[in-house]
């Protein structure tokens, strides 16, 4: 069966959380925890706040695509336990605006999971459940290279 967990507290006895500070590009996104289902999936929900909107005021692309990153970031994390990644590429599709005082939900799903790169996609919807943007990336997991790159 597989674990889901909707709570950071329900994940504690059984992940490890690094005691890093989260970098300030995640934390001014302000990420809501809403869902991790082991080996498959993370859902997080983001607000749409002024600070991110456009002059029509809905959230710009490039904080949608923000928002995506930094859920597939978690995903990697928790799927390999490693926090040296890098993406490789991500590709996002707009389908519908989303506007200021709505919440982004971003659910990325792992497709496959190698020893160097993890594929996966992603949704999301604002607050009344309508697809506002899809994606996709790939993600190199980094070791000893990580340090290479400094």
Known sequence: MVARFTSIEQMAGKYTFPSVK????????????????????????????????????????G???????????????????KLEM??????????RPIFVGDYLYIKAMLKSKGRTVVHMLGEAWDGKNRLVATAT?????????????K
Do not use: K, W
């Open 86 to 95: 890098a993406s490789i590429d991500m590709y996002l599709n707009y389908h």
């Open 22 to 61: 989260h970098p300030q590009c995640r934390e001014v996104m302000q990420p809501e925890f809403v869902e991790f289902v082991e080996g498959e999936s993370i859902t997080y929900r983001f607000p749409v706040l002024d600070m991110y909107a456009n002059p029509r005021n809905s959230m710009q692309g």
């Open 63 to 81: 904080f949608i695509g923000a928002a995506f990153d930094n859920t597939f970031g978690g995903l990697v994390y928790l799927s390999t336990g």
């Open 137 to 149: 990336t790939n993600i190199m997991l980094l070791g000893n290279q990580y340090e290479q790159l």
